[in-house]
């Protein structure tokens, strides 16, 4: 077996890179590329070198997932997965959670994730007297797959001393029958205050939060996986205190063998003013990338901020921060040069954040200084031109065209989703665009997500928005390079060259030369992080 120092030439078909359109082999020493070429020539160069050859297979950059949740991903893996998967109706859903209620759930409380209540045949979405009679008095949680509202049965409500009289927070919102009682649904800022520890700069939420030592565990779990699907770099796009304890606890038991870039939830940003951090602290596997803050709600959840209301409720959507609110986010972070990464999904949302960049550039001009706008996935012409002056970055959805299918039309309409997870659009009007799933609230794998985006066709075979169709080759760069640069790592990944850090996919076919519906179906045959190989298949 090779050491890590030892050159290593990974010789296949072909090499995915500009730098190198003739390559069908890649060298590396240490955590580097060295060089991409002839093989011949290559073994030439380095006569000691180790030699995988990989026969037919294809030579890609590291797939690297720019907005995803992967502390919360660990921390799912120590809930009840209520996702269609496993339970397709509301039976079975209440059936599984009256299983874990009557066991032994863990603190007292059952959470269970990934509830969507678009493809429940029921039509309705589930109350907290449904949980009620199946869970008696132990106090249950059930989160939406798009993480922005969830359900609680009437214990976790007299838990949270929430009763028919109380008042939501500002940013959020209470769920009521037609007789003004709270029918257990909790929206935005009411969800997260009692969930999340992000909520509360104390980090003291209704649910308990859960041990370290399972979520380490857990994280390790989460990663091997992730590995498997051919992601090398991520970036946490909503991470508190003890979201990077738990990747500092990993890394000192040498579990985190995945890039990982995190979003400081703004709650806590003045503890990093204070030590004076700026975005890009860190090292190649741990790292600051900026500050997070959300304006609106979701696009699977209808609470999206909108200009004119959605097709479904009829509802503008939720703004989640007041534009006061905003404004101090952004002039405090973009004051002290850090990256102000905004969640907008709506264009009002949009908007709104695109107001206050200006405002913030205008009085404080940060020259470089990329801001991004997260999800970013109702657009027109005049956002595409406000982004492109202030050089912000956007990172929309991926993989929501599958993820929704036909749902996005009878949300939105037809007119509207021509100009939703827009990166044609992006991309035509010089906007940095990277690769986002947002997992969990979408599936993680970026083949399926680059797939998403050449073909538009969601999981039940309806087309959605094909104007805003990109080519194989512009969908791979989004997942490579483009969330290299919404990171701020464009000078060390992304793309295979030499001097660039050893991150990259053996995969078996050609995603660029596979017919368009095949790419998802690619397998992944190694993962390569700092020239080690972190998964390998069996």
């Known amino acids: 077996m090779d050491t890590p120092e030892q050159p290593r030439i990974v010789r296949g078909r072909r090499i995915l890179t500009s730098a190198a359109e003739s390559a069908d082999a890649i060298a590396t020493i240490g955590d580097r590329i060295v060089a991409l070429g002839d093989t011949n020539d290559l073994l030439r ?69 990934g509830y969507d209540d678009a493809k429940m045949p029921e039509g309705r979405v589930l109350t907290r007297w449904d949980l009620d009679t199946v869970t008696g008095n132990v106090p249950t949680i059930v989160l939406h797959v798009a993480c922005h509202w969830g359900v609680v049965n009437s214990a976790a409500l007299a838990a949270g001393g929430i009763t028919d009289n109380s008042e939501p927070p500002s940013g959020g919102d209470f769920g009521r029958d037609g007789t003004g009682r709270l029918n257990g649904i909790l929206y935005e800022r009411a969800l997260t205050d009692f969930a999340y520890a992000q909520g509360d700069v104390d980090g003291r939420t209704v649910v308990p939060e859960l041990g370290l030592d399972e979520r380490i565990t857990a994280l390790g779990n989460v990663i091997r996986r992730w590995h498997a699907a051919g992601l090398t770099s991520v970036c946490d796009a909503f991470a508190g205190p003890a979201d990077i304890r738990l990747f500092e606890a990993a890394r000192e038991q040498g579990l985190l063998t995945m890039r990982v870039g995190f979003l400081l939830a703004a709650e806590h940003y003045d503890s990093v003013h204070r030590l004076g951090l700026r975005s890009g602290f860190g090292d190649d596997h741990l790292r600051f990338v900026g500050v997070k ?203 295979l060259a030499a001097g660039r850090l050893a991150d990259f996919v053996v995969l078996d076919e050609d995603p660029l030369d596979v017919p368009h519906d095949q790419i998802s179906k690619i397998g992944v045959q190694s993962t390569f992080v700092g020239g080690v190989e972190v998964y390998a298949r069996d």
């Open 293 to 495: 803050a959300l304006v609106d709600g979701a696009v699977g959840g209808r609470t999206l901020l909108l200009e004119e209301p959605d097709h479904d409720t009829g509802h503008h959507g939720i703004q989640v921060l007041t534009r006061e609110e905003l404004a101090e986010v952004v002039q405090k972070v973009h004051g002290d040069g850090n990256r102000v990464c905004v969640h907008a999904n709506g264009d009002r949302a949009i908007r709104l954040v695109l107001d206050e960049f200006e405002t913030a550039q205008k009085q404080m001009p940060r020259p470089g200084l990329r801001h991004r706008i997260e999800h970013c996935s109702v657009v027109d012409e005049d956002i595409l031109r406000r982004m492109h002056e202030l050089s912000a970055i956007a990172v929309p959805f991926g993989n929501y065209v599958h993820q929704h299918g036909g749902h996005l039309i009878d949300w939105y309409g037809e007119q509207r989703v021509e100009r939703m997870f827009a990166h044609r659009a992006f991309l035509d009007a010089g906007v940095t665009v990277a690769g986002s799933s947002d997992f969990p609230c979408g599936a993680v794998e970026p083949l399926l997500a680059m797939q998403s985006m050449v073909t538009r066709t969601g999981w039940d075979g309806a087309l959605v928005g094909a104007s805003q169709r990109v080519s194989p080759a512009e969908a791979l760069a989004i997942y490579t390079a483009g969330s290299a640069v919404a990171t701020g790592e464009e000078d060390r990944k992304g793309t």
């Open 45 to 113: 160069q380095f006569p000691t070198a180790w030699i995988d050859d990989r026969g037919d297979a294809v030579i890609s950059p590291g797939f690297h997932d720019a907005h995803l949740h992967l502390a919360m991903a660990a921390d799912n893996e120590l809930k009840l997965d209520v996702s269609p998967s496993q339970a397709s109706t509301l039976t079975q859903l209440l059936d599984k959670i009256g299983a874990a209620a009557k066991g032994d759930p863990a603190q007292g409380w059952v959470r269970a994730v």
